[in-house]
C-alpha cells in the first residue's frame, strides 16, 4: 500500500550524514510509489525564537501524513525538535519511526536524562543502523530494531577502476567536529608523508574546529593538504575518483555512510574500530580497522596498502563488491516491511 512518508530531518543547504540519509531514503521512498513530505529541522537551536512556528508547521505536516519518519541524533533536538513533532504525532493517532543514528549512544544513552530518553519510548518503533546502538538503546527496554542506511551505491562506481596510485590520495570525508579526530589524522599524514613524499590529503568537509585544524598544518609544516569546505554532496563521486584510501579517526559513529559511499568508488578505508564502523568495513579485506587511537598502527597500515599495488587492487575490488550490500534496491524492503508491521 503506498502511503504519505513525512521525512523529519535536516535538509540542504545543511550537509552531513543525517541530510544524506534524509535525502537517500526520500529518493528510495518516492521510487517506489509513496509520497514524501520534507519537514526541515534545521541544526541545532538554530532559529529558537521561530520554535512555535516550527511546531505549527509540524501540525500542517502530520495531520496529512501516514507515516511521520523522524530522523534524529545525539544532541539536544532529541527532546527540543524530535519530542514534540512525536507528541503531537501522537494525539493524532499518526505511526511514529524514529529512525536514530546517534553514535554517542553506545556509551552514553543510559546516562541521559529522561527527558532526553522519552522520544524513543514513545516512538512507534526506534531504528538504528548497527547491531551496536541496537543493543545499547535495547538495554533500556525500548522497541528497537536494526535497519542499515541505504547507500546510493551506484552513484559512486567508477567506470575506470584503476586504482590512483600516483600520486596518493588520502581522503578525509567528515564534519570538521572535535569528535571527528581530524587533529589524529593531520598528525598521521605527517608521518606518512615522511615515507611517501609527494602523498596528498583533500579534506572534504568544514565545522567547528576548522580554524585549528588548519592552524595543525600550519604548526606540523605539512605539504599537500587541501580543505574544500563543504561539498555538495552530488560532487563527492568526483572527489572520490581522485583519491586512494579514505581515512576516518571519529570516536563516535553509528555506522558510516561515507565509508560505504568510499567503498562504492573501489577506495579502501582506514579507520579506528568502533562504533557500527566494524560492522560496514571488513578488516583486512575492504580496508584496515584500527584499535581506536593507535596512531603508530594507523600510519603502518596506510603506508603497506599504499606502497602495496596488489594490496590496494584486491582491497579496492572488495570493497566495491561489499558496498552493493546497502544499495537501496535491497534496503527498502526492510522498510516496506516495517511499515507493513506498524499498520
Not at 537551536?45 to 509540524?58: E, H, K, R, S
Not at 545525539?74 to 504525532?89: E, R, V, Y
Not at 581522503?171 to 589524529?184: M, V
Request: with cysteine; aromatic share 10%.
Amino acid at each position: 500500500m503506498k502511503r504519505i512518508i513525512a521525512i523529519f530531518a535536516p535538509f540542504a543547504p545543511i550537509t552531513g550524514g543525517m541530510t544524506t540519509l534524509a535525502n537517500y531514503l526520500s529518493n528510495s521512498f518516492k521510487k517506489n510509489g509513496h509520497q514524501v513530505i520534507h519537514q526541515h529541522l534545521g541544526s541545532g537551536f538554530n532559529g529558537i525564537f521561530l520554535f512555535p512556528l516550527l511546531y505549527f508547521q509540524f501540525i500542517k505536516v502530520i495531520k496529512k501524513s501516514d507515516i511521520i519518519h523522524i530522523i534524529s541524533a545525539s544532541g539536544n533536538a532529541l527532546w527540543a525538535k524530535d519530542l514534540p513533532a512525536i507528541c503531537i504525532s501522537k494525539y493524532y493517532k499518526k505511526k511514529v519511526i524514529l529512525n536514530f543514528v546517534g553514535g554517542r549512544a553506545i556509551e552514553d544513552f543510559s546516562a541521559w536524562p529522561f527527558y532526553k530518553r522519552l522520544p524513543f519510548y514513545l516512538s512507534d518503533i526506534v531504528v538504528v543502523p548497527s547491531e551496536v546502538l541496537k543493543k545499547a538503546i535495547k538495554r533500556n527496554n525500548i522497541n528497537v530494531i536494526k535497519i542499515p542506511h541505504m547507500v546510493e551505491v551506484g552513484n559512486f562506481k567508477k567506470i575506470n577502476k584503476t586504482v590512483k596510485i600516483n600520486p596518493p590520495v588520502l581522503l578525509i570525508a567528515k564534519g570538521i567536529e572535535k569528535y571527528s579526530g581530524h587533529e589524529k589524522l593531520i598528525e598521521i599524514f605527517s608521518k606518512i608523508k615522511e615515507e611517501i613524499k609527494n602523498a596528498e590529503l583533500l579534506i572534504a568537509g568544514s565545522g567547528s574546529r576548522e580554524k585549528d585544524i588548519k592552524a595543525k598544518v600550519e604548526e606540523l609544516k605539512v605539504e599537500n593538504v587541501t580543505f574544500l569546505g563543504n561539498v555538495d554532496h552530488n560532487k563527492m563521486p568526483k572527489i572520490m575518483e581522485k583519491s586512494t584510501i579514505l581515512i576516518h579517526a571519529s570516536k563516535y559513529e553509528s555506522f558510516g555512510i561515507s565509508l560505504v559511499e568510499s567503498m562504492a568508488s573501489s577506495i579502501p578505508v582506514i579507520a579506528f574500530n568502533i562504533g557500527g564502523i566494524p560492522e560496514v568495513v571488513i578488516d583486512q579485506k575492504t580496508g584496515f580497522l584500527i584499535p581506536y587511537n593507535d596512531k603508530q598502527l594507523f600510519i603502518n597500515k596506510a603506508i603497506e596498502i599504499l606502497n602495496n599495488p596488489i594490496i590496494l587492487s584486491k582491497m579496492s575490488g572488495e570493497a566495491e563488491k561489499h558496498s552493493q550490500i546497502f544499495s537501496p534496491d535491497l534496503i527498502y524492503n526492510l522498510w516496506n516491511d516495517l511499515h507493513k508491521k506498524l499498520f
